[in-house]
């Protein structure tokens, strides 16, 4: 279906196999595709092994795509890359990592851990220039000057996630990939620093692609909300839609388990349990890879991969249970 909005990401058919003994390949994604509008907020849910963060990574290229593609503000970025179109595409798209205890150089003060994307780039003309950037971006994110010129372990991990913001946001980004920024963070300090990142993305117009295992923090800050599983998609569309509708039976169960805070709502909500764990990605189910979990599994789920395809417009769905075609074939 047409859609005008622009669009900042274009992830089509997109892989990342690893080899990790000489038969064994671990597909951690598998056929991705969805695509990222320009000044939204994405969001991209599965539990965890997924497959989220290894599609976060491989497109901003910290592992190389075993095959794809991926286009970035209409540039095919998937492919092999020139080293200037490297470099301008990493000031361009920054990630802000989970554990912001590890993510930050334990030896490097915060100005030149804030400062190292401006060097890299050769952003600053003077010092002068630079340590006012660092300022400016140590006040953006809730921090203060005097925090310049101390080491990440002086900090709270709270804080220390906001100088890894800081730091992404030092360079002018159009793009941001957060990957679990929160789940390292005490529960009290989590909805700061989403609250920061919203608030950041009003005032800047940036575009976010949020990489989470909570459903429903993802809610409270996405436009759209992907879901994944075992290295495929399973559904996308946008949060209202996919909260009040969810249509994949892995969505209907991760919603399930979402405590409602109205308690007589909650009493009367039906738990959708699912059997087992997650299989390995190293031999996952044929046909659907949810099919050893899902309650509604029938004979054609072992033997057919689904669909990915838009059953209403902008939602889409890999089900069979929604596969018309499939449907007027049987009937
Ligand atoms: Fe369940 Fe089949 Fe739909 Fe997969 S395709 S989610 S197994 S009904």
């Avoid at 109205?262 to 390995?280: F, M, N, T, Y």
Wanted: charged letters at 30%.
């Amino acid at each position: 279906m047409a859609d005008n909005r622009e669009k900042m990401l274009e992830v089509k058919n997109l892989k990342k196999y690893f080899h990790i003994s000489r038969k064994d390949v671990l597909k951690a994604v598998d056929e991705v595709s969805f695509d990222v509008y320009k000044g939204e907020t994405l969001g991209l849910v599965g539990e965890s092994g997924c497959g989220k963060s290894t599609t976060g990574r491989t497109i901003i290229r910290l592992y190389e795509p075993t095959d794809g593609e991926v286009i970035f503000d209409g540039e095919n970025i998937g492919s092999k890359l020139s080293m200037k179109a490297k470099k301008n595409l990493s000031r361009r798209m920054q990630m802000i990592f989970q554990d912001p205890y590890a993510s930050l150089n334990p030896r490097m003060m915060v100005k030149d851990i804030i400062a190292e994307g401006l060097d890299i780039h050769h952003l600053a003309k003077s010092p002068t220039e630079r340590m006012n950037r660092v300022y400016e971006m140590l006040e953006t994110v809730g921090l203060n000057r005097e925090h310049a010129n101390r080491y990440p372990h002086e900090f709270s991990g709270g804080q220390r996630q906001r100088i890894g913001i800081a730091r992404a946001l030092a360079v002018d980004p159009d793009f941001i990939i957060a990957d679990e920024p929160i789940s390292a963070l005490d529960v009290s300090i989590q909805a700061q620093v989403v609250n920061l990142l919203q608030e950041l993305q009003e005032k800047q117009g940036l575009t976010f692609l949020f990489i989470a295992h909570d459903l429903s923090m993802v809610k409270h800050i996405s436009d759209r909300v992907g879901v994944m599983y075992l290295g495929n998609m399973a559904e996308l569309a946008t949060s209202d839609e996919l909260y009040e509708h969810p249509l994949h039976p892995y969505t209907q169960s991760l919603l399930s388990a979402i405590p409602v805070a109205d308690p007589e709502v909650e009493r009367s909500r039906e738990r959708i349990i699912l059997e087992g764990d997650v299989p390995s990605p190293i031999d996952p189910p044929s046909g659907c890879r949810f099919r050893t979990r899902c309650p509604f599994a029938m004979d054609v789920c072992a033997k057919v991969r689904p669909k990915w395809h838009e059953v209403e417009e902008g939602h889409w769905v890999a089900c069979h249970l929604h596969d018309e075609e499939l449907k007027t074939e049987k009937a």
